[in-house]
């Protein structure tokens, strides 16, 4: 068989974004994929996959990649013929462009781009079409394209303390040694992209002539594996930008006797992605549980958004100064975030530029017009210089396109869940009501729990717990303890509960199990007794407005000595669409 220009003359992912896309968690991703053959043949499947990962490339212990996946989607776009029941074997013609639509949401919670040679954090969305020939051989052409993920910030500044370091070497050889030393100190470690860093650098008096004239400057870049053991837990450094120093001495090709060089420019920071935020080293400090119904009770949305949010690897910067090939001073540093909110800050072209972006996954695979590369963009303040020149700055809005007005729609999503439980004389009550809302620029999550024992006190704890659109979390707890009366009376939920399950079981014994389609909504009810004796019954409703989205489950335990327990939950979920009117 041929290449792939024998049989597909295109094979393009064509984003609605357009070609160089820059996303941030909570949008909605579309696009189509065009697809035209140079002659006809028989398509097994059109499939597309959008993922989103963290790897750590070539772990030394495991000997493989260690990743973390913050979504991966696989939708397939065709696999059989219209009005058919079996999967592939559809003709398609040679010569015509077949346009498949498709539109997928980006969760939130993730972290921005990053590529490095070690370890990466990346979004791509990858088309196959699988065809199988005359030999009965199956053939995969691929077409990926990554995307930049901007992770919203409101802007993180790192002022950092002052450092200092120095480093020594013996020149020459016998009679002739000498010892070269130097000391670089720089008045803060911490700096935002665009941000000039100057430093202070002091040479010894023993020293070549022309030093001065073998200085460089480097910011590099390593990655972390949070968690990894201390022998496999680092990269190596890897350079971004390298600037040659201009000395400010008056005669820098003779200088003599010991050389300070107060407040020298180094570099300016170039477009990168922040440093990670925080300290994970141990990922027991970041478990979140609930009291006292356990961290399974958990909404599925606030405990994927935490998962998402717990870094996997992290991202370290350094300035390095060298002085001909004999000394090396280096210092830490970390990068701060820029907001990316403010309309002075635009987004720009990773420093080291393309990336490549294959996957261990796609050996075998025919690449059509790969291999396939992007550059990652990262917020950078639009006037800012690089390096002593001026900055060449593709203006990327990080906010709506604003005209005279513009209307844009923000997404609400409010989910309760209400859970109660209590024994049949109404004794060693609780309850619990979670409430998540999720709005483009935050989520806010309110836990109110309450627990009656059989002395009567009512234990209540409420816990708010606040996401913003850079990632940050702060948690507010407040608790009170209170007496109430002895005898306490069933809830009147649970009354209600208790006949609701009554008669759905009296109505599955007078009908027939057998339902219509259009029942798929009706309520069902299940009895369970297991080995011990003790019966439980499960109930489930669910009541859809159009609005609102309502699921009540109830759970009636007969127990062996007679007793009996109630457990009723109530999740309901709201979506409303507000309209923000910008004008200039």
């Not at 420019?265 to 935020?277: D, H, M």
């Not at 420093?351 to 294959?358: A, D, L, M, N, Y």
Request: with cysteine; charged share 25%; aromatic share 6%.
């Amino acid at each position: 068989m041929g290449t792939e220009t024998d049989i597909v003359a295109r094979f393009d992912i064509h984003l609605d974004a357009g070609e160089e896309p820059v996303f941030k968690g909570g949008e909605l991703i579309t696009g189509k994929l065009l697809i035209e053959l140079r002659k006809p043949i028989i398509i097994n499947a059109v499939k597309l996959q959008m993922k989103g990962r963290a790897a750590w490339l070539n772990d030394p212990l495991k000997k493989d990649d260690i990743e973390k996946v913050y979504f991966d989607q696989d939708f397939t776009l065709l696999e059989r013929p219209p009005g058919k029941p079996e999967p592939g074997h559809f003709k398609w013609i040679g010569d015509f462009t077949y346009s498949l639509p498709f539109e997928c949401p980006l969760p939130k919670g993730c972290p921005s781009t990053y590529e490095g040679p070690h370890a990466f954090i990346r979004y791509f969305i990858r088309a196959s079409l699988v065809q199988e020939d005359e030999f009965e051989k199956i053939h995969e052409y691929y077409v990926k394209k990554a995307f930049t993920l901007v992770s919203p910030s409101e802007g993180h500044i790192v002022t950092g303390e002052s450092a200092q370091t120095e480093d020594s070497a013996i020149l020459g050889k016998c009679c002739c040694k000498s010892k070269l030393s130097a000391e670089l100190a720089l008045p803060k470690t911490g700096y935002l992209p665009g941000e000039s860093i100057y430093g202070n650098l002091k040479i010894g008096s023993k020293h070549p002539k022309d030093i001065l004239n073998h200085m460089e400057a480097r910011l590099v870049d390593r990655v972390r594996r949070i968690g990894a053991p201390e022998i496999s837990a680092a990269s190596p450094w890897r350079t971004l930008y390298v600037r040659k120093l201009e000395s400010n001495h008056e005669s820098p090709n003779k200088a003599k006797g010991a050389i300070e060089q107060n407040g020298i420019f180094l570099l300016t920071v170039p477009p990168v992605c922040p440093s990670t935020k925080g300290d994970y080293e141990d990922p027991s400090k970041i478990e979140h549980i609930l009291s006292p119904y356990g961290k399974l009770l958990e909404s599925p949305s606030t405990a994927t958004l935490r998962f998402r949010k717990i870094p996997f690897v992290k991202i370290e910067y350094g300035i390095q100064v060298t002085l001909g090939t004999d000394i090396l001073l280096e210092i830490p540093i970390e990068i701060g975030e820029l907001s990316t909110r403010d309309k002075n800050n635009t987004l720009e072209s990773f420093v080291t530029g393309p990336q490549p972006v294959e996957e261990a996954d796609e050996k075998g695979k025919i690449a059509v017009n790969g291999p396939f590369v992007y550059t990652p963009v990262y917020p950078y303040p639009q006037n800012a210089g690089i390096n002593g020149k001026a900055a060449s700055v593709t203006v990327i809005s990080t906010e709506p396109s604003i005209q005279h007005s513009h209307q844009g729609p923000e997404k609400t999503i409010v989910t309760t869940t209400h859970t109660i439980v209590t024994h049949s004389d109404g004794h060693e009550s609780k309850t619990m009501e979670e409430t998540v809302v999720e709005t483009e620029g935050e989520v806010v999550r309110t836990v109110h729990e309450s627990t009656v024992n059989d002395d009567g006190i009512k234990s209540e704890r409420k816990e708010t717990t606040t996401i913003d659109a850079s990632g940050d979390e702060k948690t507010q707890v407040e608790t009170s303890k209170t007496r109430v009366a002895e005898s306490s009376e069933v809830p009147e939920i649970i009354k209600e509960a208790r006949e609701r399950i009554e008669e759905l079981v009296e109505h599955q014994l007078e009908h027939s199990p057998a339902k219509s389609p259009s029942a798929a909504s009706e309520p069902t009810v299940e009895t369970i007794v297991n080995e011990n004796g003790e019966e439980t019954i499960v109930s489930t409703e669910v009541i859809d407005d159009g609005e609102t989205r309502t699921v009540k489950t109830t759970t009636i335990t007969k127990h062996a000595d007679g007793s009996e327990s109630t457990l009723v939950q109530e999740n309901t979920t709201s979506e409303t669409i507000t309209t923000t009117v910008y004008e200039d």
